[in-house]
């Protein structure tokens, strides 16, 4: 199973960007898709999910700026992130938890996509 993220760039205090990320591989089906970001010199932290009940959940910092959607025929989660600040320069990414298919049996996986660098620029 591969995460691939996608949309990342230079942008300009104000601007937008939109982020993809879509699971491939042997995948019976995915539970969750979310986005994180990892600062430079920080931890890597929670920038938006869903809540089990399908709400949409941000992290203080974002509210109000980001949104997140999922289509799950695709299995793809989305990021649009609006009034970018140069605080969001970060690497952002995708991680999903998905049931796979395996030789032996199904399994139960958490994975993180490779990350897509964002750039805010004053």
């Known amino acids: 199973v591969q995460l691939q993220a996608y949309g990342g760039g230079l942008v300009q205090t104000g601007g937008s960007l939109r982020l993809s990320c879509t699971a491939s591989?042997?995948?019976?089906?995915?539970?969750?898709m979310d986005w994180y970001r990892q600062l430079p010199g920080n931890q890597r932290e929670l920038v938006a999910t869903?809540?089990?009940?399908?709400?949409?959940k941000y992290a203080d910092s974002v509210k109000g700026r980001f949104t997140i959607s999922r289509d799950k025929a695709m299995n793809s989660v989305y990021l649009q992130m609006n009034s970018l600040k140069s605080e969001d320069t970060a690497v952002y990414y995708c991680?999903?938890?998905?049931?796979?298919?395996?030789?032996?049996?199904?399994?139960?996986?958490?994975?993180w996509g490779q990350g897509t660098l964002v750039t805010v620029s004053s």
């Open positions: 591989g042997s995948i019976i089906s995915v539970d969750y």
């Open positions: 991680h999903a938890g998905i049931s796979v298919h395996s030789d032996r049996r199904p399994y139960y996986g958490v994975f």
């Open positions: 869903f809540t089990t009940a399908g709400n949409e």
